[in-house]
């Protein structure tokens, strides 16, 4: 479903994703796939950020955004979404997000959208739109919809690689191994149903059929090819 197609209700969670027009790819080099990691991270509330060159040079450099402490809080503080799963693609992407404020998803897509299209015609010299359409939407109305959606997101590498959990632009090595972001990511509503976080999840997720059955998500037939 399209993004305006929906009710979004305050406190429920989203299955959020998109494709490059045309399936062409949306992340050419890895400032690409840092720059979008960047906005998905830290547009998660009206807190303007500048010069967003400089925070993805700083990762190139150091893994890190360097983005000032009092800043980051500033986010997580008025975050009117709540980024709980991702997962970047050469030509699509995919996102579980908490709506906390009212029309917060909405606001939340189209200023990183907007932002990252900007970037990339920039960058590559090219006119028109980058994404297909609008982003689709897929309410998750129930905790096994959750998890087995998180386990969808996070093997979708599988496709490009072979290998999912040491895919770097995927959240999954954030649940298994540690998270790099801090409270950007919000693990809780994952983390509280295992009782041995890291290992518990990582174990559910592999053994989990997502990715070979596909009959909760229909909807996204054709999206992923390549």
Not at 91 to 102: A, D, G, K, Y
Not at 105 to 116: D, E, N, P, S, V
């Given at each position: 479903?399209?993004?305006?197609?929906?009710?979004?209700g305050?406190?429920?969670?989203?299955?959020?994703?998109?494709?490059?027009?045309?399936?062409?790819?949306?992340?050419?080099?890895r400032?690409?796939?840092?720059?979008?990691?960047?906005?998905?991270?830290?547009?998660?509330?009206?807190?303007n950020?500048?010069?967003?060159?400089?925070?993805?040079?700083?990762?190139?450099?150091?893994?890190?955004?360097?983005?000032?402490?009092?800043?980051?809080?500033?986010?997580?503080?008025?975050?009117?979404?709540?980024?709980n799963?991702?997962?970047?693609?050469?030509?699509?992407?995919?996102?579980?997000?908490?709506?906390?404020?009212?029309?917060?998803?909405a606001?939340?897509?189209?200023?990183?959208?907007?932002?990252?299209?900007?970037y990339?015609?920039?960058?590559y010299?090219?006119?028109g739109?980058?994404?297909?359409?609008?982003?689709?939407?897929?309410?998750?109305?129930?905790?096994?919809?959750?998890l087995?959606?998180?386990?969808?997101?996070?093997?979708n590498?599988?496709?490009?690689?072979?290998?999912?959990?040491?895919?770097?632009?995927?959240?999954?090595?954030?649940?298994?191994?540690?998270?790099?972001?801090?409270?950007?990511?919000?693990?809780?509503?994952?983390?509280?149903?295992?009782?041995?976080?890291?290992?518990?999840y990582?174990?559910?997720?592999?053994?989990?059929?997502?990715k070979?059955?596909?009959?909760?998500?229909?909807?996204?037939?054709?999206?992923l090819?390549?």
């Amino acid at each position: 479903m399209r993004g305006s197609d929906i009710e979004i209700g305050v406190g429920e969670y989203y299955h959020l994703y998109s494709r490059g027009v045309l399936k062409q790819k949306i992340f050419l080099d890895r400032c690409d796939y840092i720059r979008f990691l960047f906005l998905i991270l830290h547009f998660q509330s009206p807190v303007n950020l500048f010069n967003l060159s400089r925070p993805t040079t700083s990762f190139v450099k150091s893994q890190t955004f360097n983005i000032a402490d009092d800043t980051v809080q500033q986010i997580i503080k008025q975050r009117t979404v709540g980024l709980n799963v991702f997962c970047l693609m050469p030509n699509h992407f995919h996102l579980i997000v908490q709506e906390v404020e009212t029309s917060g998803i909405a606001k939340f897509m189209q200023r990183t959208l907007t932002a990252y299209a900007k970037y990339f015609n920039t960058k590559y010299k090219r006119t028109g739109h980058l994404f297909e359409s609008a982003y689709q939407i897929v309410p998750i109305t129930d905790n096994d919809q959750l998890l087995y959606v998180s386990a969808y997101v996070h093997k979708n590498p599988v496709e490009i690689t072979g290998d999912y959990q040491n895919y770097q632009w995927s959240s999954f090595q954030d649940y298994t191994v540690e998270n790099r972001w801090d409270k950007l990511l919000d693990q809780e509503i994952i983390n509280e149903q295992f009782t041995d976080n890291e290992n518990e999840y990582a174990t559910w997720v592999k053994n989990t059929t997502a990715k070979e059955l596909n009959d909760n998500l229909e909807d996204l037939a054709g999206l992923l090819a390549c």
